[in-house]
């Protein structure tokens, strides 16, 4: 459940059989003591004492971990977050799929703060399971309507001149459970298919330069090399712009899950486009068609016909602070906290109603403000214990504001799936806790 | 800056500008300019060229009939997608559906909503068996092709699919799409009484628990008399970890309630579905009396002892 190098395997085993004994409701409460201990037991303090140590370890005493030693340098050579953490991790949901190899994670956005996703929670979307590739056997293809069709290593990529950008990535069912109603009980369900990460490697545009495209090329092939095989088709003129063949997250190699050793990147598109573990592009003069843009990530209308390449994430919003997963426990002074993005540029501006959108007030924008990445927003209050239907709306610099769920089903219906972008609406409750709601 | 040199400035700057741009469609002179990389060879493109197009561009020789095709996939096919292409469990339904594109609950299939016929021949090929990408010969994806298009009343049952044959297949929904053209929506930035504070109902809240239910993946091994093969199967992935609300199996104080209403009562349940649970679970292939077994099964890990 939270595998941790270093922590005892007995122990935890221990805490899930008792976790498994408590009444549902309060599991969570005892999953969070138990990992306590667990965490305890890493640095090698004796279980029972970190039990009875809890009071005194407050002031005015001096904590355990103050009177002794900690763990040495490269105990984990690759760090890992502390053992108290455990509960921050991508989780999924068993019956979306029919297993777990073509499937989705989501990030549990909740508990991250500024706008960069740690690269082990960025969510996860494979159709074929996570392939292990040797870099020394991996190989990009760029071939069909060009000059000169080559054959790139790592080091091949690495030598070109290099870019880096922050964006956000986002599967375009990022909350399409929840077109016909509300369904999902926690934020990590309703909008965790999106993370942000810089990432860095070579404009698609160098390397068609260095190959050479043809007049009559309109049109690339992207395709990965896992058993999937997901091939999309991009137009050129995005090729040209701002597509990236990354092969660096957050600083380091791309993630295996992320598509290691090289992956496409289409800013501001839906993910699916940004093809993982990719093995080949081809240039041609027309769509390919493939399952990935005919029977999947198309938007079926009310009215039967369906909207194809439909690449851009339209801006999009949602309070991360309070959320069912973090109630408020008191009344008083709190900063809401959220986050707004748009495929189509720079957020320019949100707004936060309290009164499902009868009132609204401007929030502030926090930190970097970047085109097609995640914006984090802010805005304080005071809390008087009394209920709201708490919403977000973004703006976008095209000046596209972010719809409503009635406006987004009287254009498109209840059957899309995809592109799922409404104004989201949190239920403040009196005792503090916070539920997802559809409102009119 | 003078106005003059002020206007040779910038025409100089869009000068330089133009020339730095990326033109494409005359960069020939440009290619090659790293020399990174090596020539891709003929074999080497031929050995990954998988794609294939609307057109047909890609298809390759071969050929394979719906009669051949049914063997094939009922041994390579059936298993996940059913011998009718109805699909088991939530693996994916690959026929029937016509007409409900426009329905509350549309049935996408290859027969109701693909567009074209090459994007079957792609994708089996591409990626199908699932556990088993690209292991059929042309012939044979040729063969099983035909058979789902069959089983989609899209051709006859003496139909042979051959790159040229293809062309002959009209998919039903060819023109069900359209080039994105959003934004379809119009918001205002509204501030102040947007609407009548009377008119904000509630209209939904979500009737799953998926947080809680993820806290305990972990399944307690219990050895048990009765047979679990079937639990496992199909009822396992919910009543394991109490998705959707689904009693949790094992969890006693879940189960009280429900088992005051008999076996009986809750083995109707199972085979017709309750609440959010479909009909044996959505494994419709099963009998009445597996279904019962996978009910005993689960009745005994909350036996009161």
């Known amino acids: 459940m939270f595998s941790k190098p270093g922590s005892g395997p007995a122990v935890l085993r221990k805490v899930s059989q008792e976790a498994s004994k408590v009444d549902p409701a309060k599991r969570r409460d005892f999953l969070k003591k138990g990992l306590a201990v667990a965490g305890g037991a890493v640095v090698g303090v004796p279980f029972a004492s970190t039990l009875s140590a809890a009071e005194n370890n407050l002031p005015p005493n001096l904590p355990e971990w103050s009177r002794s030693l900690g763990a040495g340098v490269i105990t984990n050579p690759y ?10 991790k991508r989780r999924t949901v068993p019956w979306l799929t029919a297993d777990r190899i073509a499937a989705i994670s989501f990030t549990p956005l909740a508990e991250l703060d500024g706008i960069i996703t740690p690269s082990g929670l960025v969510f996860e979307r ?3 399971g996570v392939p292990t590739i040797n870099p020394d056997e991996y190989r990009l293809m760029l071939h069909g309507l060009v000059e000169n069709p080559l054959i790139f290593t790592i080091d091949d990529l690495r030598r070109f001149p290099s870019t ?7 599967c375009p069912a990022n909350g399409g459970m929840e077109w016909r109603a509300a369904q999902m009980d926690a934020l990590q369900f309703t909008h965790g298919m999106i993370s942000c990460c810089e990432w860095t490697g070579v404009l698609l545009s160098t390397l068609l330069e260095e190959v050479g495209v043809k007049p009559e090329a309109k049109w690339i092939l992207a395709e990965g090399s896992d058993g999937s095989h997901m091939s999309r088709s991009i137009p050129l003129e995005k090729a040209l712009d701002d597509t990236l063949i990354v092969y660096a997250q957050n600083g380091e190699p791309l993630r295996p899950e992320q598509g290691y050793p090289v992956r496409i990147f289409n800013p501001g598109w839906e993910g699916n486009t940004s093809v993982k573990w990719l093995r080949r592009l081809e240039v041609g003069d027309k769509p390919w068609y493939h399952r990935e843009e005919t029977s999947k990530y198309t938007d079926l209308l009310a009215d039967g016909r369906a909207r194809k390449f439909s690449y851009v994430q339209e801006s999009n919003s949602v309070v991360t602070f309070p959320c069912p997963e973090k109630p408020l426990k008191q009344k008083g002074r709190y900063e809401l906290e959220g986050l707004a993005w748009s495929g189509s540029g720079k957020i320019k501006r949100v707004d936060v109603s309290f009164d499902g959108g009868v009132n609204w007030r401007q929030a502030r924008l926090k930190g970097l403000v970047l ?5 984090r927003f802010s805005l304080d209050f005071t809390w008087d214990g009394s209920p709201a239907l708490i919403q977000s709306r973004s703006v976008d610099e095209t000046g596209y504001v972010q719809p409503t769920f009635a406006q987004l089903r009287a254009a498109r219906g209840e059957s899309s799936i995809y592109h799922k972008n409404a104004i989201h609406t949190w239920r403040l409750h009196a005792d ?6 559809q409102i009119s | 800056m003078s106005r003059l040199a002020n206007r040779i400035f910038v025409v100089s700057l869009l000068v330089a500008f133009m020339s730095a741009l990326p033109a494409w469609a005359d960069s020939h002179g440009k290619a090659g300019q790293y020399g990174i990389g090596k020539a891709a060879t003929a074999e080497e493109i031929a050995g990954w060229d998988i794609d294939i197009r609307p057109d047909g561009k ?19 096919c059936a298993s996940c997608h059913g011998s009718f292409g109805e699909g088991v469990g939530r693996y994916p339904v690959l026929s029937g559906g016509e007409g409900s594109l426009t329905e509350p609950r549309p049935e996408k299939t290859v027969g109701s909503y693909w567009p074209y016929a090459s ?4 994708y089996i090929h591409r990626a199908m068996p699932f556990t088993q990408p690209q292991s059929m010969s042309d012939d044979e994806v040729y063969a099983i092709t035909a058979y789902v298009l069959y089983l989609n009343d899209l051709v006859e049952d003496d139909f042979v699919l051959t790159a040229e044959t293809f062309t002959s297949i009209e998919m039903p929904n060819q023109d069900g799409f359209f080039l994105d053209d959003r934004p379809d929506t119009e918001n205002t930035t509204c501030m102040e009484d947007c609407k009548d504070p009377a008119s904000v109902k509630i209209l939904s809240e979500p009737t799953m628990v998926t947080l809680a239910a993820q806290e305990d993946v972990a399944v307690t091994e219990e050895t048990s008399s009765v047979d679990d093969k079937v639990y496992r199967q199909a009822c396992q992935m919910c009543h394991a970890a109490g998705v959707a609300g689904a009693p949790m199996t094992g969890d006693k104080a879940a189960w009280a309630p429900r088992l005051e209403q008999g076996r009986e009562k809750l083995l109707t349940g199972a085979i017709e579905g309750i609440g959010i649970m479909p009909a044996k679970g959505g494994q419709k292939q099963l009998s009445d009396q597996e279904v019962a077994t996978a009910l005993d099964y689960m009745i005994e890990q909350v036996k009161q002892d």
């Open chain 1, 79 to 88: 760090g890992m977050p502390s053992a108290f953490e455990g509960e921050i």
């Open chain 2, 58 to 76: 890609g298809l390759p020789p071969g050929s394979g009939s719906v009669e051949d095709g049914e063997m094939m996939y009922e041994e390579k």
């Open chain 2, 119 to 122: 994007t079957l021949w792609d």
């Open chain 1, 164 to 170: 880096t950008a922050i964006n956000f990535l986002e």
């Open chain 1, 126 to 128: 494979y159709h074929a």
């Open chain 1, 371 to 375: 085109p097609k990445a995640l914006t």
């Open chain 1, 432 to 437: 503090g806790t916070v539920t997802n709601v």
